[in-house]
């Protein structure tokens, strides 16, 4: 067996994911890993060899799984599994073994679907399904942001930046994707994307602060409270698409010697009662803390919408009940940081 079948037969992907450290649980129903999935839409087979995507219906192996969720080449791959797979003979935690694959040279970008920039009619419409102000989608938009595009036929608004690193698309009727088991999603990232790319991260270079969200709603959500307090020359807002995702290395000097405020998502425990919206919070929090940036993180933990169910992200916050703003005066200035 060449040194590379050695790997692959020697490191499942469980274990794999435990040696690099991926804030992700694998398993027979299990989300996955390198985009937003809150439906558990993969499942590890195989005796543990192989990750089976149902949203794409792709079947990966550790080296391809390896390239997906840490942004590399999958030359780079094979041979960090290589070199997992040796660091496991000697007891060695693969973490001190190997430098961290994002360090590697980064996988040519994903080839985008045609986007357009929206109507007025389009923005009203996205305006509408994700209860954001028209001038949170209209700035969104002229920022080079938010367009729009078809997928399988379906009118779509997409969600990317002048990198082009990462696209994720939304469906402008605000329905999911339908998909072969009958379920859906409600977010596709493009095949190829870099999920630890921060959407807007090289236009937020001239702003001293930025709000960091969870996903393309509460990107949006966050441009709706910046122009709602009158932050919009001196805050700018930053997505990471996946709670899975740590913050591209190369990235991370563009937040040295700012403010920032993470937003995140305050999930429903999972079965090993944590939250995967919070814990992502703390490791971006870590990270950015080591690039040199003041970091404080907003809990919205037991606040209620309009309709008293729970307020769970930025985007929610839109529709909090009258009675939440009543009692915290702080809630009129989530972009004061």
């Known amino acids: 067996m060449t040194p590379l079948e050695l790997a692959k037969d020697r490191v499942t992907i469980p ?14 129903s299990c989300r996955i890993p390198y985009q937003q999935d809150r439906n558990a839409s993969g499942s590890v087979l195989a005796g543990d060899l192989l990750f089976h995507d149902f949203t794409s219906g ?8 390896l390239a997906r969720v840490e942004n590399i080449t999958n030359e780079a791959a094979c041979k960090l599994l290589i070199q997992v797979a040796g660091s496991t003979d000697h007891n060695q935690p693969a973490a001190r073994a190997i430098a961290h694959a994002d360090s590697g040279p980064p996988r040519s970008k994903p080839r985008l679907p045609a986007l357009t920039t929206p109507t007025r009619e389009e923005l009203a419409a996205i305006t509408n399904t994700r209860h954001v102000s028209a001038a949170a989608t209209r700035l969104a938009s002229k920022r080079g942001f938010v367009f729009t595009t078809r997928v399988n036929n379906i009118p779509c608004w997409a969600i990317t930046d002048r990198a082009r690193w990462l696209c994720q698309l939304r469906r402008m009727d605000g329905e999911r994707f339908p998909r072969h088991d009958g379920d859906g999603f409600k977010a596709w990232t493009v095949t190829g994307s870099r999920g630890a790319w921060p959407i807007g991260c090289e236009e937020s270079a001239r702003f001293g602060s930025i709000a960091l969200v969870e996903g393309g709603g509460d990107f949006l959500a966050a441009f709706h ?16 698409l996946g709670a899975s995702n740590r913050i591209a290395p190369e990235t991370l000097k563009l937040f040295c010697a700012k403010s920032v405020r993470i937003f ?21 929090q870590q990270q950015l803390t080591d690039a040199g940036a003041s970091v404080t993180c907003f809990d919205l933990s037991g606040l209620r919408k309009i309709d008293n169910t729970p307020a769970t992200d930025l985007n929610d916050m839109t529709r909090l009940h009258p009675d939440e703003l009543t009692a915290d005066a702080e809630l009129t200035r989530l972009m004061d940081f």
Do not use: C, Y
Request: no cysteine; net charge neutral.
């Open 225 to 240: 409270f910046i122009i709602a307090e009158g932050r919009g020359r001196d805050v700018a807002p930053v997505a990471m």
């Open 58 to 65: 792709e079947t990966l192996d550790a080296p391809a799984l």
């Open 264 to 284: 995140a998502h305050v999930d429903a425990p999972n079965s090993k009662g944590a939250s995967p919206g919070l814990e992502a919070a703390a490791r971006w």
């Open 15 to 28: 274990q794999l994911a435990a040696l690099r450290g991926w804030s992700w649980t694998s398993g027979k």
